[in-house]
């Protein structure tokens, strides 16, 4: 489970990540990341709509989210805001599915140096 430090709570922080963040787009996310306000902390926020499914599938996707991020949390630089929003596809994606996307996507993002703030 993420640390309470390591998650988005704040609407205006969804917003400004996914209005200004760089985007990365795979089969079942989209990814986006910005530079947040806190040198020293990695962020995280989940959108998973009722496009997605009902609201047990929803709640597995979202858990499937957060276990994959927490994965990822130690081998992110700091100071990143990142906001996973799930597609429809991501309703049947298994875990590894799911985690090898985000992976990529954030390793993409960073590596290019497209992190905007």
């Known amino acids: 489970m993420l640390a309470k430090?390591?998650?988005?709570?704040?609407?205006?922080?969804?917003?400004a990540t996914v209005r200004r963040g760089a985007r990365f787009t795979g089969a079942n996310?989209?990814?986006?990341v910005r530079t947040g306000?806190?040198?020293d902390v990695v962020?995280?926020?989940?959108?998973?709509?009722?496009t997605v499914g009902f609201a047990n599938r929803r709640n597995l996707v979202r858990r499937r989210l957060k276990a994959a991020a927490y994965e990822l949390l130690p081998e992110m630089p700091p100071g990143m805001d990142?906001?996973?929003?799930?597609?429809?596809?991501?309703?049947?994606?298994?875990?590894?599915?799911?985690?090898?996307?985000?992976?990529?996507?954030?390793?993409?993002?960073?590596s290019r140096g497209n992190v905007r703030s």
């Open 5 to 15: 430090a390591n998650r988005i709570t704040r609407g205006a922080d969804y917003k």
């Open 29 to 32: 996310t989209v990814t986006y």
């Open 37 to 39: 306000p806190d040198p």
């Open 43 to 50: 962020r995280f926020g989940f959108i998973v709509g009722k």
């Open 82 to 110: 990142v906001v996973i929003r799930a597609l429809p596809a991501s309703a049947h994606a298994e875990w590894a599915t799911l985690h090898e996307e985000i992976s990529r996507a954030i390793s993409r993002i960073t």
